[in-house]
T-cell receptor, first 112, second 112 residues
Framework: ETGVTQTPRHLVMGMTNKKSLKCEQHLGHNAMYWYKQSAKKPLELMFVYNFKEQTENNSVPSRFSPECPNSSHLFLHLHTLQPEDSALYLC???????????FGSGTRLTVV | GQQLNQSPQSMFIQEGEDVSMNCTSSSIFNTWLWYKQDPGEGPVLLIALYKAGELTSNGRLTAQFGITRKDSFLNISASIPSDVGIYFCAGPIWAGSYQLTFGKGTKLSVIP
């Protein structure tokens, strides 16, 4: 059991669905991140939140919408996704930006 | 942007063999991190290096921070089946705020 918990672990959704991924960290960290991991690609940083404020949006399409209500919780709202959005979505947290991250186990997303 | 180049991309080794992999960059890094990702899980931090020339061990794993600060090496001695996974190097970069950038990973397979 890591200090970063992601739910659900697996998600299958249609292209017209709306769903949300949830991430919760119990480490007292100040920064949280969303990463996308596709086959044969490096980890792609999507969003960075530091003290609940979004500090980075790495040219992510608007069909991905993050929400950080407090420093312990991070959501990724999904709507009208495409099949190429199928991937492992990883949440991470750190005490300070750029310092060693603690990752969750990820949500395996399949868009059909 | 700053890229981390990992080699080899994949390795197949016999149980009991030693393994060596490396990570290089055209830019200087002040910190090198090595992560391991088990199948279906998020990456887990193995070793952190903070000083050029530093050699750090974690059980059968040993990592070194290159003198030029542009490379790092990870060695695994006497491999066992549970060493299977993807090994990532990572380092902090400045992009308006500090972020971790990751290599593409080395996929290790251990043949019993």
């Amino acid at each position: 059991e890591t200090g970063v918990t992601q739910t659900p672990r697996h998600l299958v959704m249609g292209m017209t669905n709306k769903k949300s991924l949830k991430c919760e960290q119990h480490l007292g960290h100040n920064a949280m991140y969303w990463y996308k991991q596709s086959a044969k690609k490096p980890l792609e940083l999507m969003f960075v939140y530091n003290f609940k404020e979004q500090t980075e949006n790495n040219s992510v399409p608007s069909r991905f919408s993050p929400e950080c209500p407090n420093s312990s919780h991070l959501f990724l709202h999904l709507h009208t996704l495409q099949p190429e959005d199928s991937a492992l979505y990883l949440c991470a947290s750190s005490q300070d930006p750029g310092v060693g991250y603690t990752f969750g186990s990820g949500t395996r997303l399949t868009v059909v | 942007g700053q890229q981390l180049n990992q080699s080899p991309q994949s390795m197949f080794i016999q149980e009991g063999e030693d393994v060596s992999m490396n990570c290089t960059s055209s830019s200087i890094f002040n910190t090198w991190l090595w992560y391991k990702q088990d199948p279906g899980e998020g990456p887990v931090l193995l070793i952190a290096l903070y000083k050029a020339g530093e050699l750090t061990s974690n059980g059968r794993l040993t990592a070194q921070f290159g003198i030029t600060r542009k490379d790092s090496f990870l060695n695994i001695s006497a491999s066992i089946p549970s060493d299977v996974g993807i090994y990532f190097c990572a380092g902090p970069i400045w992009a308006g705020s500090y972020q971790l950038t990751f290599g593409k990973g080395t996929k290790l397979s251990v043949i019993p």
